[in-house]
Protein backbone atom coordinates (compact mmCIF):
# COMPACT_ATOMS: atom_id res chain seq x y z
CA UNK A 1 0.00 0.00 0.00
CA UNK A 2 2.89 2.26 0.85
CA UNK A 3 4.89 2.94 -2.61
CA UNK A 4 8.35 3.90 -3.05
CA UNK A 5 8.24 7.27 -2.02
CA UNK A 6 8.43 6.73 1.05
CA UNK A 7 11.63 4.42 0.55
CA UNK A 8 13.39 7.22 2.96
CA UNK A 9 10.99 6.38 6.09
CA UNK A 10 11.62 2.84 5.66
CA UNK A 11 14.58 2.77 7.15
CA UNK A 12 13.83 5.16 10.14
CA UNK A 13 15.69 5.40 13.54
CA UNK A 14 14.69 6.62 16.13
CA UNK A 15 16.72 9.98 16.95
CA UNK A 16 17.47 10.49 12.95
CA UNK A 17 15.78 13.25 11.35
CA UNK A 18 13.12 12.60 9.13
CA UNK A 19 12.87 13.47 5.15
CA UNK A 20 11.64 16.64 4.37
CA UNK A 21 9.81 17.28 0.93
CA UNK A 22 12.30 20.38 0.44
CA UNK A 23 15.65 22.25 1.98
CA UNK A 24 14.88 24.95 3.38
CA UNK A 25 16.96 26.85 0.95
CA UNK A 26 14.80 25.83 -1.67
CA UNK A 27 11.89 27.47 -0.29
CA UNK A 28 13.13 30.96 -0.01
CA UNK A 29 14.39 30.65 -3.52
CA UNK A 30 13.27 33.57 -5.14
CA UNK A 31 15.18 35.81 -8.09
CA UNK A 32 15.38 39.49 -8.24
CA UNK A 33 14.37 40.39 -11.70
CA UNK A 34 13.76 43.97 -12.09
CA UNK A 35 13.48 46.32 -8.67
CA UNK A 36 10.61 45.65 -6.84
CA UNK A 37 10.18 42.04 -8.64
CA UNK A 38 11.21 38.73 -8.55
CA UNK A 39 10.63 35.02 -9.66
CA UNK A 40 10.41 31.73 -7.92
CA UNK A 41 9.87 28.01 -8.19
CA UNK A 42 6.17 26.47 -7.44
CA UNK A 43 7.76 24.27 -5.55
CA UNK A 44 6.99 20.34 -5.35
CA UNK A 45 4.07 18.32 -6.17
CA UNK A 46 1.73 16.90 -3.54
CA UNK A 47 -1.56 15.15 -3.03
CA UNK A 48 -3.68 18.88 -3.86
CA UNK A 49 -2.02 19.23 -7.38
CA UNK A 50 -1.89 23.25 -6.28
CA UNK A 51 0.76 25.10 -4.78
CA UNK A 52 1.18 25.15 -0.86
CA UNK A 53 -0.33 27.99 0.56
CA UNK A 54 2.98 28.00 2.99
CA UNK A 55 5.29 28.40 0.27
CA UNK A 56 3.79 31.69 -0.98
CA UNK A 57 3.84 33.19 1.93
CA UNK A 58 7.44 32.72 3.16
CA UNK A 59 8.72 33.71 -0.86
CA UNK A 60 6.42 36.94 -0.61
CA UNK A 61 7.65 37.51 2.97
CA UNK A 62 10.94 36.94 1.54
CA UNK A 63 10.87 39.23 -1.22
CA UNK A 64 9.50 42.14 0.66
CA UNK A 65 12.37 41.81 3.32
CA UNK A 66 14.82 42.45 0.45
CA UNK A 67 13.10 45.70 0.23
CA UNK A 68 13.59 46.32 3.68
CA UNK A 69 17.29 47.69 5.22
CA UNK A 70 17.54 45.40 8.97
CA UNK A 71 14.29 45.83 10.19
CA UNK A 72 12.47 42.54 11.71
CA UNK A 73 8.88 41.32 10.53
CA UNK A 74 6.51 41.65 13.26
CA UNK A 75 3.02 40.95 11.48
CA UNK A 76 1.45 38.92 7.88
CA UNK A 77 -1.81 38.92 6.41
CA UNK A 78 -2.40 37.33 3.23
CA UNK A 79 -5.36 36.25 1.14
CA UNK A 80 -5.87 33.54 -1.03
CA UNK A 81 -7.49 34.30 -4.31
CA UNK A 82 -7.22 31.62 -6.68
CA UNK A 83 -4.96 28.19 -6.89
CA UNK A 84 -1.66 28.14 -8.09
CA UNK A 85 -0.36 25.49 -10.59
CA UNK A 86 2.72 23.85 -9.98
CA UNK A 87 5.22 23.73 -13.25
CA UNK A 88 4.66 27.34 -13.94
CA UNK A 89 6.80 30.01 -12.21
CA UNK A 90 5.37 32.20 -9.23
CA UNK A 91 6.40 36.47 -10.11
CA UNK A 92 6.03 38.55 -7.02
CA UNK A 93 5.70 42.22 -7.19
CA UNK A 94 6.33 44.26 -4.13
CA UNK A 95 4.92 47.94 -3.41
CA UNK A 96 6.41 49.97 -0.74
CA UNK A 97 3.32 51.24 1.48
CA UNK A 98 5.64 53.01 4.34
CA UNK A 99 9.04 53.68 5.02
CA UNK A 100 9.95 55.37 8.25
CA UNK A 101 12.39 55.23 11.30
CA UNK A 102 10.62 52.52 13.18
CA UNK A 103 8.09 50.58 11.00
CA UNK A 104 8.58 49.69 7.10
CA UNK A 105 4.86 48.19 5.51
CA UNK A 106 5.15 46.23 2.20
CA UNK A 107 2.18 44.65 -0.29
CA UNK A 108 3.14 42.05 -2.06
CA UNK A 109 0.88 40.48 -5.29
CA UNK A 110 2.16 36.77 -6.45
CA UNK A 111 0.67 36.19 -10.16
CA UNK A 112 1.38 33.11 -12.38
CA UNK A 113 0.79 33.88 -16.29
CA UNK A 114 -0.13 37.39 -15.58
CA UNK A 115 -3.20 36.25 -13.51
CA UNK A 116 -3.12 37.30 -9.81
CA UNK A 117 -3.39 34.34 -6.80
CA UNK A 118 -2.22 35.93 -4.03
CA UNK A 119 -1.94 39.06 -2.47
CA UNK A 120 0.51 39.87 0.89
CA UNK A 121 0.50 42.59 3.49
CA UNK A 122 3.30 42.56 5.80
CA UNK A 123 5.19 45.08 8.83
CA UNK A 124 8.34 45.23 10.22
CA UNK A 125 9.12 47.08 12.99
CA UNK A 126 12.15 48.43 14.90
CA UNK A 127 12.45 46.66 18.49
CA UNK A 128 12.25 49.73 20.82
CA UNK A 129 11.75 49.76 25.24
CA UNK A 130 8.40 49.57 26.56
CA UNK A 131 5.84 47.26 28.52
CA UNK A 132 6.11 43.32 28.03
CA UNK A 133 4.10 40.33 29.29
CA UNK A 134 3.49 36.93 28.06
CA UNK A 135 0.00 36.18 29.27
CA UNK A 136 -0.32 32.47 27.02
CA UNK A 137 1.13 29.09 28.62
CA UNK A 138 2.56 26.18 26.16
CA UNK A 139 0.49 23.34 27.13
CA UNK A 140 1.55 20.12 29.15
CA UNK A 141 3.43 17.80 26.01
CA UNK A 142 6.05 15.26 26.09
CA UNK A 143 9.48 16.77 24.42
CA UNK A 144 9.73 16.52 20.67
CA UNK A 145 12.39 13.13 21.13
CA UNK A 146 8.77 11.22 22.65
CA UNK A 147 6.90 11.74 20.40
CA UNK A 148 6.53 9.62 17.05
CA UNK A 149 7.42 11.39 13.58
CA UNK A 150 4.21 11.76 11.71
CA UNK A 151 5.61 9.60 8.71
CA UNK A 152 6.34 6.38 11.66
CA UNK A 153 2.99 6.85 13.35
CA UNK A 154 1.23 6.89 9.83
CA UNK A 155 3.53 3.35 8.86
CA UNK A 156 3.01 1.89 12.26
CA UNK A 157 -0.94 1.76 11.91
CA UNK A 158 -1.60 1.74 8.08
CA UNK A 159 -3.86 -0.95 8.08
CA UNK A 160 -5.88 0.83 10.45
CA UNK A 161 -5.99 4.15 8.49
CA UNK A 162 -7.97 5.84 5.85
CA UNK A 163 -5.84 5.33 2.57
CA UNK A 164 -6.15 9.35 2.20
CA UNK A 165 -3.67 9.38 5.68
CA UNK A 166 -1.52 6.91 4.37
CA UNK A 167 -0.76 8.16 0.80
CA UNK A 168 -0.06 11.97 2.24
CA UNK A 169 1.55 11.42 5.57
CA UNK A 170 3.87 8.58 5.34
CA UNK A 171 6.27 10.31 2.29
CA UNK A 172 8.30 13.61 2.81
CA UNK A 173 6.22 16.20 4.49
CA UNK A 174 6.85 19.90 3.78
CA UNK A 175 8.34 19.90 7.59
CA UNK A 176 8.86 17.58 9.71
CA UNK A 177 6.16 16.82 12.06
CA UNK A 178 5.99 14.69 15.36
CA UNK A 179 2.24 15.32 16.31
CA UNK A 180 0.87 15.17 19.72
CA UNK A 181 -1.64 11.91 19.97
CA UNK A 182 -2.28 12.02 16.51
CA UNK A 183 -4.76 8.64 17.40
CA UNK A 184 -7.19 10.93 18.33
CA UNK A 185 -7.53 12.84 15.14
CA UNK A 186 -6.34 9.86 12.99
CA UNK A 187 -8.76 7.25 14.53
CA UNK A 188 -11.14 8.81 16.05
CA UNK A 189 -13.45 12.00 15.61
CA UNK A 190 -12.73 14.01 18.96
CA UNK A 191 -15.19 16.49 20.32
CA UNK A 192 -12.62 19.43 20.66
CA UNK A 193 -11.31 20.86 17.75
CA UNK A 194 -7.84 21.71 18.71
CA UNK A 195 -4.39 19.38 18.10
CA UNK A 196 -0.72 20.26 18.50
CA UNK A 197 2.55 18.95 17.06
CA UNK A 198 6.26 19.61 16.84
CA UNK A 199 8.00 20.84 13.89
CA UNK A 200 11.23 22.19 12.43
CA UNK A 201 12.73 22.10 9.43
CA UNK A 202 16.37 20.94 10.02
CA UNK A 203 17.77 22.47 6.82
CA UNK A 204 17.54 25.94 8.33
CA UNK A 205 20.14 25.16 10.56
CA UNK A 206 23.01 26.99 7.79
CA UNK A 207 20.41 30.26 7.86
CA UNK A 208 22.21 32.97 9.27
CA UNK A 209 19.37 35.86 9.07
CA UNK A 210 16.67 35.66 11.29
CA UNK A 211 14.58 37.39 9.40
CA UNK A 212 14.78 34.00 6.97
CA UNK A 213 13.82 31.92 9.96
CA UNK A 214 10.87 34.80 10.11
CA UNK A 215 9.88 33.58 6.63
CA UNK A 216 10.25 29.72 7.34
CA UNK A 217 8.13 29.92 10.27
CA UNK A 218 5.31 31.43 8.66
CA UNK A 219 5.97 28.89 5.56
CA UNK A 220 5.37 26.06 8.42
CA UNK A 221 2.71 28.08 10.01
CA UNK A 222 -0.03 27.30 7.05
CA UNK A 223 0.33 23.36 7.42
CA UNK A 224 -2.31 22.00 9.43
CA UNK A 225 -3.80 25.02 10.75
CA UNK A 226 -6.86 25.15 8.60
CA UNK A 227 -7.65 21.64 8.92
CA UNK A 228 -7.95 21.94 12.71
CA UNK A 229 -11.91 23.23 12.02
CA UNK A 230 -12.75 20.26 10.11
CA UNK A 231 -11.75 17.79 13.24
CA UNK A 232 -15.68 17.93 14.89
CA UNK A 233 -17.01 16.76 11.61
CA UNK A 234 -15.10 14.68 9.25
CA UNK A 235 -12.80 11.70 9.96
CA UNK A 236 -10.18 11.91 8.34
CA UNK A 237 -9.52 15.50 8.03
CA UNK A 238 -8.14 15.39 4.60
CA UNK A 239 -9.91 12.79 3.31
CA UNK A 240 -11.48 13.01 -0.08
CA UNK A 241 -15.01 14.04 0.95
CA UNK A 242 -13.78 17.15 2.63
CA UNK A 243 -12.71 20.27 0.97
CA UNK A 244 -10.61 22.27 2.88
CA UNK A 245 -9.27 25.71 1.17
CA UNK A 246 -7.41 28.36 3.12
CA UNK A 247 -8.64 31.94 2.15
CA UNK A 248 -6.59 34.03 4.21
CA UNK A 249 -3.71 33.73 6.96
CA UNK A 250 -2.63 35.90 9.22
CA UNK A 251 0.48 35.82 11.77
CA UNK A 252 1.80 37.77 14.41
CA UNK A 253 5.57 37.45 15.60
CA UNK A 254 6.10 38.38 19.33
CA UNK A 255 9.78 36.74 19.69
CA UNK A 256 12.90 35.43 17.26
CA UNK A 257 12.99 32.35 15.93
CA UNK A 258 14.92 29.49 14.72
CA UNK A 259 13.45 27.22 12.51
CA UNK A 260 16.02 24.28 12.28
CA UNK A 261 14.80 24.05 16.25
CA UNK A 262 12.01 22.68 17.89
CA UNK A 263 8.52 24.48 18.03
CA UNK A 264 5.69 23.48 19.19
CA UNK A 265 2.39 24.65 17.15
CA UNK A 266 -0.86 24.22 19.04
CA UNK A 267 -4.03 25.11 16.89
CA UNK A 268 -7.63 25.73 17.83
CA UNK A 269 -10.98 26.27 16.26
CA UNK A 270 -13.58 28.63 18.07
CA UNK A 271 -15.87 28.74 14.88
CA UNK A 272 -17.31 26.71 12.03
CA UNK A 273 -20.40 27.85 10.51
CA UNK A 274 -21.93 29.10 6.56
CA UNK A 275 -18.76 26.31 4.79
CA UNK A 276 -16.08 28.61 6.85
CA UNK A 277 -13.62 27.13 9.40
CA UNK A 278 -11.71 29.24 11.55
CA UNK A 279 -8.77 28.21 13.40
CA UNK A 280 -6.19 29.73 15.32
CA UNK A 281 -2.28 28.89 17.07
CA UNK A 282 0.00 29.84 19.33
CA UNK A 283 3.69 28.63 18.35
CA UNK A 284 6.06 28.19 21.22
CA UNK A 285 9.86 27.03 21.84
CA UNK A 286 11.35 24.38 23.59
CA UNK A 287 11.20 26.65 26.80
CA UNK A 288 7.50 28.21 26.52
CA UNK A 289 8.35 31.05 25.26
CA UNK A 290 5.25 32.36 22.81
CA UNK A 291 6.93 33.27 19.58
CA UNK A 292 4.27 33.88 17.32
CA UNK A 293 0.78 33.60 16.94
CA UNK A 294 -1.78 32.69 14.29
CA UNK A 295 -4.97 32.66 12.58
CA UNK A 296 -6.60 31.58 9.30
CA UNK A 297 -9.86 31.00 7.41
CA UNK A 298 -10.36 28.33 4.98
CA UNK A 299 -13.41 27.14 2.74
CA UNK A 300 -14.94 24.02 4.59
CA UNK A 301 -17.22 22.29 2.38
CA UNK A 302 -18.36 18.18 2.31
CA UNK A 303 -17.90 17.23 -0.98
CA UNK A 304 -21.08 15.53 -2.52
CA UNK A 305 -23.46 17.68 -0.99
Known sequence: ???????AVASF???QDMPARESAADILGINEVAPGRFVAAAGAKNH?????GGRLIAQ???????TVAELPLT???????????????????VETLRDSRRFANRQVVASQDGRTIFLLMCQ??????????????????PPPEDVMPLQQFVRTHE??????AITNFSGATPIEMRPIAPETYFMERPRHPERSFWFRLGSAADIADPRLHQCLAAFASDYWLAGCSAIPHALPTNGRELLISSLDHAMWFHAPVRCDEWLLHHTHSPSASGGLGFSTGRIFDRQGRLIASTAQECLLRKLGN
Open 75 to 93: SVHAYFLAPGAIGMPLDYR
Open 13 to 15: RPG
Open 124 to 141: FHGPEGGFAHQYASMPPV
Open 1 to 7: MIDASTS
Open 60 to 66: ALHAALR
Open 48 to 52: LGTVF
Open 159 to 164: TMLDLS
